[in-house]
């Protein structure tokens, strides 16, 4: 991307030379394809930049000395931060009305079986399943989205920092579509104990292996360490096994059509996330001047985020006895959840 004029010594308007400043267009940066898109308009240096057009450096400093964002707050280095699209282009507006469509979509399938009583059908022992691992997978996916919510305040541009909270959006929108679901349902069941989910996530052993991984994740402090951890090691290998691999797997054979239709819009928003982390490392470990160093890093988070992972996989192996009707197994389920993890390093090319 052009840098504003080097001859620039006033912050002055018209001051700047930069992308179409002798245009009537008044775009001031370089679009990654062809034509500016909508998203790029209303995310592209929306974020200010000291090295871009700050002359006047930042307006705001901490107590420390340092500006508002720094690019400290990771240990990846990029040759220019600002290079970053969001594959799915996601923004305000177009979030706000996805994650509306998907509530829609939740409430109509809950409220659909509820009118029908399709819970009393469910197999007996899918119920305490869904009361006591379904309940507990809540508190995963709410950890996941409290991390990147705390990790998007850091993020060098925008357009990382809009991926970022987006993908937090879509995790602490699980975890109460999750919630409610079970709520909801257990107002049809005699005996119904909302509290076993909890009980298992803080004391089952069955889960402290994703507990401790997704605690790990949570007290990391490089931003963008999360970022990967998360949607590169922990979704692939812990996230996607448990809900595709599981619950999507086993709800129909034991009667259930309702959990499997409110899971499936998260493994939809992990495709969309996905796609934004590799697209973002892809660059990084590709970069001109710093790819050997993040390349090297990256390999570092795998290495410890990946033993947790297993940890985690391995520790939930329990559950898939469980049910009276078992579709699928935990090991091929699992040398699935590998297959989908080698392939996302592949793409990274590391």
Request: glycine share 6%; net charge negative; no cysteine.
């Amino acid at each position: 991307m052009p840098a504003m004029s080097s001859s620039v010594g006033s912050g002055a308007a018209g001051a700047a030379i930069f992308a179409d400043s002798d245009s009537r267009k008044y775009r001031y940066y370089e679009p990654r394809g062809r034509a500016a898109t909508h998203y790029e308009d209303v995310t592209v240096d929306v974020q200010p930049d000291p090295e871009r057009y700050l002359i006047q450096n930042w307006i705001i400093s901490f107590a420390n000395g340092k500006g508002a964002y720094i690019k400290d707050n990771t240990a990846a280095k990029s040759s220019n931060w600002h290079a970053f699209r969001a594959p799915d282009q996601e923004w305000e507006r177009t979030h706000y009305q996805r994650q509306s469509k998907i509530e829609t979509m939740v409430q109509s399938v809950i409220s659909n079986g509820r009118k029908y009583g399709a819970a009393k059908a469910f197999d007996k022992a899918w119920l305490k399943i869904l009361q006591t691992h379904l309940g507990a997978w809540k508190h995963a996916e709410f950890g996941l989205g409290t991390s990147l919510m705390q990790a998007q305040r850091y993020g060098y541009t925008q357009m990382i920092n809009n991926a970022t909270l987006t993908n937090s959006s879509y995790k602490l929108r699980l975890a109460q579509d999750i919630t409610l679901y079970l709520a909801e349902i257990g107002m049809d069941i005699a005996g119904w104990d909302d509290t076993l989910g909890k009980t298992a996530w803080l004391e089952d052993g069955v889960w402290q292996g994703t507990r401790e991984a997704v605690e790990t994740i949570m007290g990391t402090t490089d931003y963008l360490e999360q970022y990967f951890a998360i949607n590169i090691v922990f979704e692939p290998l812990v996230g996607e096994l448990f809900r595709s691999g599981f619950l999507m797997q086993a709800g129909a054979a034991n009667s259930d059509f309702m959990t499997p239709a409110v899971i499936s819009a998260a493994e939809a928003d992990y495709e969309r996330n996905l796609a934004n982390t590799i697209d973002l490392m892809y660059l990084l470990a590709h970069d001109e001047q710093h790819g050997a160093h993040n390349v090297a890093l990256f390999k570092s988070w795998i290495a410890r985020h990946r033993a947790l992972a297993d940890k985690a996989a391995q520790n939930l192996q329990p559950i898939w006895s469980m049910p009276h009707s078992k579709p699928v197994s935990f090991e091929d389920m699992r040398a699935v959840s590998h297959e989908r993890f080698n392939k996302i390093l592949g793409e990274l090319g590391i």
